[in-house]
């Protein structure tokens, strides 16, 4: 097995545990109470405005927007680290059908295996921090995906050359 | 290298993972499509007519009735975001059963111990799936706990014998990396070049690159606006409750509506390019093991691209065309759900010749 081939398959595993026990724990100790919230910060939001209290209703639904923006995030970051570490462990199976030297292979795996840990890394960051870092991991993170993935797409075409 | 008959033996680990992979996977899909035209639907609109109620009971000064439509809310959103994750979790599950098929030569454990731990896999890929879908029924009854209920408690612990089991066979790995002297080429399933796996691999590669640049083009230029726009809405309608303006309650409500309408397509859009993708990726490296001639194989692997491509355009569509876009995109998804039927059934046509010829040497002898 070359080292890039076993960078992605065991990079892309021990990327799918770490999305499936990011999984479990978000489920036993944070989606149900955050569900939970969602649904309680809406009904006090229009509660409040029943009572023609629209500072009251205003407040509610400011912890609504907090609540589920941090719920999409929980749920994206796992999706997407499991997700993509199947993406990397089928690569890695392929790999041999990729055109390019022992080096440019493993560059493009190294880059692909990075970015996808970093880029959910950098959507988990979102619900701690509203700063500038996070956000910019992300991006940076997708962008690499893209690019890598787009260096093995290149790969697999020259391979596919009679 | 191996032989085909010792990598694919009645029973064997890599047989029971594949057959019950690509079930997983149909069984996935036809719980998506059946939710899709007779749940998930009227499950959406049913929110909608819950939060105009709990916008009206707001403009009429009623708490009570405020706090009973956000209650069927959060029921008709636990009974839809369950079905889904059933649907999302039956695939995924299948796809790394699939993957964990073509790993099985480079796992260093004796044979049975690989079968016992697929038929684990297995067990857990069913039973999450199957407690989740329960969640919405069983709710919190006899539960010891306050938040979580014995169908989410059984759907948790099939999670946890599906890492057990995947974490078995990554130490397999980790033991195989170890034993340096086999490392040579462990499996002929990778040499196949056929045409139906490389039309598979080249076509997933692309439906996977184009779900990514749509996610990253949503993300960039719609999701962050949307979120705002959602909160926004949401604090008009209050607003407008609250002051008894029933024409801007209306207004905003229709607003909200459209809003939710075009973050469902755009995420059904990405998700589903790039889950297609791998999928017909996965399925090339499989060809050999289909038991179809080469022209239906060909047929077969053409017709799961097309319904791959379909499925997301129209489902993108559906905001400009309507009923007809997603009518197309469902006849997408059911083109996929053929091909891979046809594939599974092709892989059990190959298992029974497989079996059966010993038995015929067999009988040629006697």
């Known amino acids: ?162 | 290298m191996r032989g085909r008959a010792e990598t694919f033996a009645p029973l064997s680990a890599r047989r029971l993972l594949v057959l019950g992979g690509i079930g997983l996977i149909l069984v996935g899909m036809l719980v998506g499509d059946m939710l899709a035209v007779f749940v998930l639907h009227q499950n959406a609109a049913r929110v909608g007519e819950s939060l105009s109620a709990a916008a009206h009971a707001a403009v009429a000064g009623d708490a009570n009735a405020v706090a009973a439509s956000f209650l069927s809310v959060g029921s008709f959103l636990e009974n839809r975001g369950t079905k889904v994750d059933t649907h999302a979790h039956m695939i995924a599950f299948g796809y790394l059963a699939l993957m964990l098929a073509i790993l099985q030569p480079w796992v260093a454990l004796r044979e049975g111990t690989r079968k016992k731990v697929a038929w684990i896999f297995l067990f857990g890929s069913w039973l999450l799936p199957v407690g989740v879908f329960l969640i919405h029924y069983v709710g919190l009854a006899h539960s010891p706990l306050t938040t979580i209920g014995w169908a989410s408690i059984f759907a948790d612990l099939g999670g946890v014998v599906v890492i057990v089991a995947t974490v078995g066979y990554l130490l397999g790995i980790v033991r195989y990396l170890r034993q340096r002297q086999s490392l040579s080429t462990p499996d002929w399933l990778l040499e196949d070049r056929s045409v139906a796996g490389r039309i598979l691999i080249a076509g997933g590669l692309a439906l996977v690159l184009l779900g990514f640049l749509h996610g990253a083009y949503y993300a960039a230029m719609d999701l962050y606006n949307q979120e705002a726009l959602d909160a926004g809405l949401l604090n008009y309608v209050a607003a407008a409750a609250s002051s008894r303006h029933l024409t801007q309650v209306e207004q905003g409500l229709g607003l909200y509506g459209q809003l939710a309408g075009k973050k469902a397509v755009n995420i059904a859009a990405h998700a589903h390019a790039i889950e297609f993708g791998l999928l017909a990726m996965l399925l090339a490296f499989f060809q050999p093991y289909v038991s179809l001639r080469e022209q239906w194989k060909q047929t077969w692997a053409w017709v799961l691209l097309a319904g791959s491509l379909g499925l997301p355009v129209f489902v993108l569509l559906e905001l400009k065309l309507g009923l007809v876009a997603g009518g197309i995109a469902d006849v997408g998804g059911l083109l996929v759900i053929l091909a891979l039927l046809a594939m599974w059934i092709g892989i059990v046509r190959y298992t029974g010749e497989l079996d059966s010829a010993p038995q015929l040497r067999a009988g040629g002898r006697g």
């Not at chain 1, 021990?14 to 489920?27: F, K, P, R």
């Open chain 1, 1 to 162: 097995m070359s080292g890039a081939r076993r960078l992605l398959i065991i990079g892309g595993i021990c990327l799918a545990l770490l999305g499936m026990i990011y999984g479990v724990w978000y489920a036993v100790f944070a989606e149900h109470q955050e569900l939970d919230g969602i649904g309680k910060s809406l009904t006090t939001g229009f509660s409040a405005a029943a009572q023609r209290d629209p500072s009251a209703a205003d407040g509610a639904l400011q912890q609504y927007y907090e609540l589920k923006y941090n719920y999409d995030r929980h749920v994206d970051v796992h999706g997407h680290w499991i997700g993509l570490a199947m993406i990397l462990i089928v690569l890695g199976i392929g790999l041999d059908r990729v055109s390019f030297g022992e080096q440019v292979k493993m560059l493009l795996a190294a880059a692909l295996l990075v970015a996808s840990f970093l880029f959910p890394l950098g959507v988990l960051l979102q619900t701690l921090s509203r700063g500038p870092v996070p956000p910019v991991l992300a991006v940076a993170g997708s962008v690499l995906v893209i690019a890598s993935l787009a260096g093995m797409i290149l790969g697999f075409a020259r391979g596919q050359k009679p």
